[in-house]
């Protein structure tokens, strides 16, 4: 990252932004992205230790789990909104101080008591926040993606992926040590704060001029409340929608089940279990850093089909593999065909920059009925088939995401030029 942060307004007085606030922007936006990754992590690699402490089922933690979710869908249907008030940057700044105190709060409340309500709560505003930050990170970088002239959501989202790997280690270190579960998660969401609010200095406004570029007016999207929900009347955006959420899914079952499966469906201990996650987030890391390359060979639709197919054949191996042991390469498989949905599906999402931030908080909220939905069906059917054969559910949704991959076409005339 650049060593002194652009002062200057997002675009300079010729309209366009120079070199230095460019790649300033981009490498911000890695460690943003790399900061929610850790978030996430820190707290999924925990849950078997939640889990202890409150003595709750497999049902139970489904509901509290619902929690992230719930809080998460709440965040998204206003995140829109959000953002056109107050712009991306801004929106981020406040979200990187709330997100990890509703983070915090759950870590402490799994301590001290513990307290099923107040680690619901906690982190229902860690959902929101952290919801409606993802939307704006998700406009800003593809705004980004069209000042820096290339694809490069995918690396983004492999940073994502970096921060969960480093919050899956450290989880599994704290696991290890026994460290309490408060002070793990308050030290994580003090880094959190302190390196999100020096990063967010570094963005620009999302509504920049590139050179050559005529200012766009704002149109019946950007406007108004109305307007801006309009956009959910779009079919390419409801497609691009059960892209993102079949992938979502995937993913998301990972971060919330793939630990307790590993050690329920499999007999490894939480200390392993926690290390089969970081197999899974690593396995998503080279799919995302290897997926820019193979956007720009093949296309965003082969691309996606070839992952939902890998998807699928990974979540077969974890659930009928008869070993540990075969189960990782299944969890490698899973990792790499989860990887590039949701970033391929935010860029799409994002091809028109007029229309950007409604489209992706549509999309975005569709994907996120993952995790809403996702959690409490998996428990229910966990807790009387077990949760590896709960995960079949993830099947179906993938293989609609391979369906609708045609919905992520490039546009004939792409924002985006090719590098």
């Given at each position: ?41 820190s707290w999924v690699s925990r849950l078997p230790a939640v889990r202890d402490e409150l003595g709750a089922s497999t049902l139970d ?327 590896l054969r709960a995960l079949l559910v993830v099947l179906v949704l993938v293989v609609a995401a391979g369906l609708a991959s045609g ?13």
């Open positions: 990252m650049s060593a002194t942060p652009p002062s200057a307004p997002a675009t300079n007085a010729a309209g366009a932004l120079s070199r230095h606030q460019v790649v300033a922007w981009r490498n911000a936006m890695f460690v943003i992205f790399a900061l929610c990754g850790l978030a996430l992590a933690m489904g509901v509290l789990i619902f929690g992230l979710s719930f809080g998460s869908i709440l965040g998204l249907l206003v995140s829109s909104h959000i953002i056109a008030r107050l712009g991306a940057r801004t929106t981020m700044r406040w979200g990187f101080v709330i997100a990890p105190i509703g983070l915090a709060s759950a870590g402490l409340a799994a301590t001290v008591g513990p307290s099923f309500p107040v680690i619901f709560v906690g982190l229902a505003v860690f959902g929101a926040a952290f919801s409606i930050c993802d939307v704006g990170m998700n406009v800003s970088g593809a705004a980004n993606e069209r000042a820096l002239g290339r694809a490069i959501m995918p690396i983004y989202h492999a940073f994502f992926s970096f921060g969960t790997i480093v919050g899956a280690g450290l989880g599994a270190l704290a696991e290890a040590l026994d460290v309490p579960i408060a002070a793990h998660i308050g030290i994580i969401a003090l880094v959190i704060v302190a390196l999100g609010q020096v990063s967010l200095r570094f963005l620009q406004d999302e509504n920049f001029l590139a050179d050559g570029d005529e200012p766009v007016a704002d149109d019946d999207h950007s406007k108004s409340w109305r307007g801006r929900l309009s956009i959910w009347r779009d079919p390419r955006t409801l497609l691009i929608g059960v892209i993102v959420l079949g992938m979502a899914f995937a993913e998301g079952s990972a971060n919330d089940w793939l630990t307790l499966a590993m050690v329920d469906g499999h007999g490894v201990s939480g200390t392993v279990g926690a290390l089969m996650f970081g197999i899974f987030v690593t396995a998503m890391t080279v799919g995302r850093l290897s997926g820019v390359f193979l956007l720009d060979r093949f296309g965003r639709v082969p691309v996606l089909r070839g992952s939902a197919v890998l998807a699928i054949i990974g979540l077969v191996i974890v659930i009928f593999g008869p070993s540990a042991e075969i189960a990782i390469v299944g969890i490698v498989l899973w990792g790499l065909g989860s990887s590039l949905g949701f970033p391929v599906g935010m860029s799409a999402a994002a091809d028109d920059p007029k229309t950007a931030a409604a489209r992706v908080s549509a999309v975005a909220t569709i994907g996120y009925c993952a995790f809403l939905v996702g959690p409490p069906v998996i428990g229910l059917l966990g807790e009387h088939f077990g949760i919905a992520a076409r490039e546009p004939k005339n792409p924002t985006v030029a090719e590098a």
